[in-house]
Nanobody, 124 residues
Framework: QVQLVESGGGLVQAGGSLRLSCAAS????????MGWFRQAPGKEREFVAA?????????YYADSVKGRFTISRDNAKNTVYLQMNSLNPEDTAVYYC????????????????WGQGTQVTVSS
């Protein structure tokens, strides 16, 4: 497993932007499919975005964030990012970074390692 630590959350006004970072430990970061998930109060954790392992040539987004969020990775820095633009109050949640050892996955059950989460709050 890989150890994950998220950062970059905070309070932002509607229409604003934030960039989340997730730093991973270990030498095999590039071999993991990486994903971002979020959980709002009283709701189940949901998929946000995923990026394929190695060069990250494949990305996938939830419909609710498509066109507003961008996932990327820097294997040299063992870090995955989530650029969030045009934020709205419905994006308020704890955001989690996760790693999957599968070649490709967007299913929450297939992610093996999780970070502790970072709070994102969007005010109206």
């Amino acid at each position: 497993q890989v150890q994950l630590v998220e950062s970059g959350g905070g309070l932002v006004q509607a229409g604003g932007s934030l960039r989340l970072s997730c730093a991973a430990s270990g030498r095999t970061f590039s071999t993991y499919t990486m994903g971002w998930f979020r959980q709002a109060p009283g709701k189940e954790r949901e998929f946000v975005a995923a990026i394929s392992r190695s060069g990250g040539g494949t990305t996938y987004y939830a419909d609710s964030v498509k066109g507003r969020f961008t996932i990327s990775r820097d294997n040299a820095k063992n870090t995955v990012y989530l650029q969030m633009n045009s934020l709205n109050p419905e994006d308020t949640a704890v955001y989690y970074c996760a790693a999957s050892s599968r070649p490709w996955s967007i299913s929450i059950s297939l992610f093996d390692s999780w970070g502790q989460g970072t709070q994102v709050t969007v005010s109206s």
